[in-house]
């Protein structure tokens, strides 16, 4: 059964009969791999997302450096299943399920209310910010989930530099180039080395009044006791001592308090520290989509701290096993929130659906294979571990970009991107996607929220 305008009964996807029906809200990692394992499965797939594209977020903080397009990383979804005849994809935004009766119900950008029917559900939601009970800082430290925050960021970003070139006043002018990042994290880490690197290789040549490789202060804040929490102490010790020679600030055992539009409050062992500050960006905690809590609510499935619904060993919620719940909206085996897990699961998934279809209910529960971990500090510093061996420099760094051009949807992608590191690390030194606005860096410099 198509999706539907209640109010005026248009179709807004090809009538169909007599095929298994299976509706697919998210259109990440998870959902996309949902309906690429079903490509030659005698089922319609239907994916129902609030954007029109596929987002490649390991590489999102580049498209808020100014480095790479945000089209290389996010191709629209009607192009990434584009030859799957039997699949199709509706931009809305899902508001409540009924389980019961199989619906999905949702609104048009329009604001034309839609319900779909359904045999089969997998909600791949993903996850946003968390501010641990401080929701306010949002206004404040954006964070990095869509291609709407990376674009803000980007113009935050490029905002600061243009409002210090003309600032006389010292105190002011050093506010404007003091960034901080909350969360040590791959995505923190990547991000002040990208910022560090945009201050220090790219923009001196620009600037005639203020010199942004040595008055731009880059301070990189986590309450845990090392970067990259998570990785081997030897490529934590190595991301620190590269992140130290690009001039960042690591500020570890070290929580934020506080913060305003113009500063924020951080607390360590040496008390209370008040840092003036223009610009913060938050990559210190993640939160499930609220599809998950609907979920939980719906099924009597329970959620973890985060919000992320505990799904059963073959992702299914508890007596729905039409029901699939898959990528950072979920609490499955402990596994991290990162795009891994999501892509399995969704094969996974696929799997399990074409398994039933041919009458074979005995798949395995679904079996995460990890294939490592990975992040960059700046031009030829990364750090991999991959299959138990662990890289760094040059080697890690080549490894981090084959992975993550591997991943890219499109080998025109591909092929584009690798063209523009090349140009711009090597050759150029030039951050290409630079272009802002009166008006964007207006708003930018009025801190608006992401």
Known sequence: MPMTDQASGSVLAPETSGRHQVLVVGGGFGGVNVAKALAHADVDVTIADRTNHHLFQP??????????????????????????????????????????????????????????????????????????????????????????????????????????????????????????????????????????????????????????????????????????????????????????????????????????ADSITVKSAAGLEKINARTKIWAAGVQASPLASMLAEATGAETDRAGRVVVLPDCTLPGHPEVFAIGDMVSLNKLPGVAQPAIQEGRYVGKVIRARLDGDANVPQFKYFDKGSMATIGYRAAVADAFGIRFTGSAGYLMWGFIHVLYLIGWGNRLSTLLVWQRSLVFTKNYPQRIITFEKARAGSSEEPA
């Open 59 to 260: 590489l999102l903080y580049q498209v808020a450096s100014g480095l790479l397009s945000e089209g290389l990383i996010a191709p629209p979804l009607r192009r990434v299943i584009k030859d799957q005849r039997n699949a199709r994809t509706v931009l809305a935004n899902v508001t409540h399920f009924d389980l019961d009766k199989h619906f999905v119900y949702g609104v048009t950008p329009d604001g034309r209310k839609l319900h779909r029917r359904y045999d089969t559900l997998v909600v791949a939601g993903g996850a946003t910010h968390a501010y641990f009970g401080n929701d306010h800082w949002a206004d404040f430290a954006p964070g990095m989930k869509t291609l709407g925050d990376a674009r803000k960021l980007r113009s935050h970003i490029l905002s600061a530099f243009e409002s210090a070139e003309t600032v006389p006043d010292p105190s002011l002018r050093k506010a404007l180039l003091t960034f901080v990042v909350v969360g040590a994290g791959p995505t923190g880490v990547e991000l002040v080395g990208q910022v560090a690197e945009l201050a220090k290789r790219v923009l001196p040549r620009e600037y005639r009044w203020v010199d942004t490789a040595k008055e731009i202060r880059v301070i990189l804040v986590e309450a845990g006791p090392a970067v990259l929490g998570p990785f081997h102490p030897k490529l934590q010790r190595y991301a620190r001592k590269n992140l130290v020679k690009l001039g960042v600030e690591v500020r570890t055992d070290t929580t934020a308090t506080d913060m305003d």
